[in-house]
Each structure stands twice: as structure tokens, then as C-alpha cells.
């Protein structure tokens, strides 16, 4: 019987970092006062204290007076970041990664997602080394009037990949491995794009701002509005300083003030 499945989205890793090793650092700059005054404030996690510290690396702007240039510095964490979204100083986003484990989403939405590549890594469960013995899927929204027919469908093919590996006598004693891979490689072929997969999927604080607001849109796959959605809700509060400018309108839409960034 097909299972039906839902999307579900799991923040797995996200940075942390060596506060020796920093403060060792700003001792040889002169900054780490302001390390003790920002680990002290309790706002923000080791990403947005990564970013922040990116940040003030370019300026010497650890305290006035490091920088002669320098008399003034923005001492609260959100107002700083506030301040690097609208000078779209975007670059210092990037040395914050944040892994995310998809479980129960659609081969269609994996495929659209792997398309961001610019800051972001995969790992994707492979059809070719993993045979189906079952095969998960989600009833898209726009398919409910022919559910049943849709389910039905999903079981036959369901039906034929044990069946077919039954014939292939996969499960012999003595079958060598490649053997089992060159077959489960060919039998994915007739398996739906549809199918429930997994993929871990790493993103830096620039590229997940870019790709939460792309894939929220209106005109956004359906499927991928609602995995990015929850990346939204869950990196609203992981990162609240870095994403203080996103709001969620009435139709589900994250939108940053600042989308340039």
C-alpha cells in the first residue's frame, strides 16, 4: 500500500564557534572587549556572531579608536546587522552554514532545489544504490479530484519494483553487488519523479535569505513553498538578527525589506 507522506524539514548543524580561538585573536587586535560585551549579551547564536565578527574584521571597528577612520561603533548586535542588510554588505553572510535534513520531499522538488548552487551543498539519497520497496508519495493539491486514480497508479508501480526485483533474482544468495546496482539503477527509471526522497542540504545565511524568498513566491512551486516556508519559520528564529527584515504576508510569502543583499 502507498504511503502517503508529508514534507518535513529538520535544522540538523549550524556554526560554532572556537570563543578561544576568537578572543586569542582580538587580543592581538585590540578588540576583545568587544568580544566579552557581545558573547555577554546573549543575543544571537555563534552564526550572527561569526557574521558580525566578518564584518568588523574589514573595518578594524572592534572599538573607536583601532581604526582612526573610526569614532563610533554600533555596539547592538541587531542594529549592526541591521546595518550590514542595508548596505547589502551581503559578503560576510557567507561564512555562516546552516544544514538542513529534508525527509518525505519529491524528487521534483530536489531537482529545483539542487539548481541553487551558489553557497549551498547536497547529499542525496541514491536510487541507484538503494532499491524501492516502497515508494512514498504526496498527493500535490492540484491532483485531488483524481486522488484515488493517483494512489492506484503510485501502487502499481510500487508493485512492480518488487516484482521485477523478484524476477531479477536480486535477493539470491551470491548475487554480487554490482549486479544488485545496475539493476536498481535501471529499475528507478520506472519509478514516479514524485516519489518521496531525503537530501541534507547545507546553505550560508546569504544564499537561504536568496532562496527563502525566491521559493516562497507566489509563482513558486507548491511543494517548494512549503519546504521553504518552514526554512523560513525555523531561520526567523535561529537568525533572527540576519532575517529581522523578513515578514510573511497573508499568502505564505517571506519578503525581506532588504532583498539585495
Known amino acids: ?92 553572510l557567507e ?10 520531499v519529491s524528487r521534483v522538488a530536489t531537482h529545483e532545489i539542487v539548481r541553487h548552487r551558489a553557497g549551498a551543498a547536497y547529499s542525496q539519497e541514491s536510487l541507484r544504490y538503494v532499491r524501492l520497496v516502497d515508494i512514498g508519495f504526496r498527493v500535490p493539491p492540484a491532483l485531488e479530484p483524481v486522488r484515488q486514480q493517483v494512489l492506484e497508479l503510485v501502487e502499481r508501480l510500487e508493485e512492480f519494483q518488487i516484482s521485477a526485483a523478484k524476477a531479477l533474482r536480486l535477493d539470491e544468495d551470491g548475487v554480487p553487488f554490482h549486479v544488485k546496482k545496475e539493476a536498481t539503477s535501471a529499475l528507478r527509471r520506472l519509478a514516479p519523479i514524485g516519489l518521496s526522497t531525503d537530501i541534507i542540504m547545507t546553505m550560508n545565511l546569504r544564499t537561504l535569505r536568496h532562496v527563502v524568498h525566491m521559493r516562497t513566491a507566489v509563482g513558486a512551486e507548491e511543494e517548494l513553498r512549503t519546504i521553504f516556508g518552514r526554512v523560513g519559520e525555523i531561520m526567523t528564529q535561529e537568525a533572527s538578527g540576519v532575517f529581522q527584515d523578513f515578514e510573511r504576508d497573508p499568502r505564505g510569502c517571506w519578503v525581506p525589506g532588504f532583498p539585495k543583499v
Request: net charge neutral; hydrophobic share 35%.
Open 1 to 92: 500500500m502507498t504511503q502517503e507522506t508529508t514534507p518535513e524539514v529538520y535544522l540538523i548543524a549550524r556554526p560554532a564557534v572556537d570563543h578561544a580561538a576568537m578572543r586569542a585573536y582580538l587580543e592581538r587586535v585590540g578588540g576583545q572587549s568587544w568580544l566579552e560585551r557581545r558573547v555577554g549579551s546573549g543575543q544571537g547564536g555563534d552564526g550572527e556572531l561569526l557574521v558580525e565578527f566578518a564584518g568588523r574584521t574589514c573595518y578594524r571597528s572592534w572599538e573607536p579608536g583601532l581604526n582612526p577612520n573610526v569614532t563610533k561603533v554600533r555596539q547592538d548586535p541587531r542594529v549592526y546587522l541591521h546595518n550590514i542588510l542595508k548596505s547589502a554588505h551581503g559578503s560576510v
Open 95 to 104: 561564512h555562516a552554514n546552516y544544514t538542513f535534513a529534508l525527509h518525505n
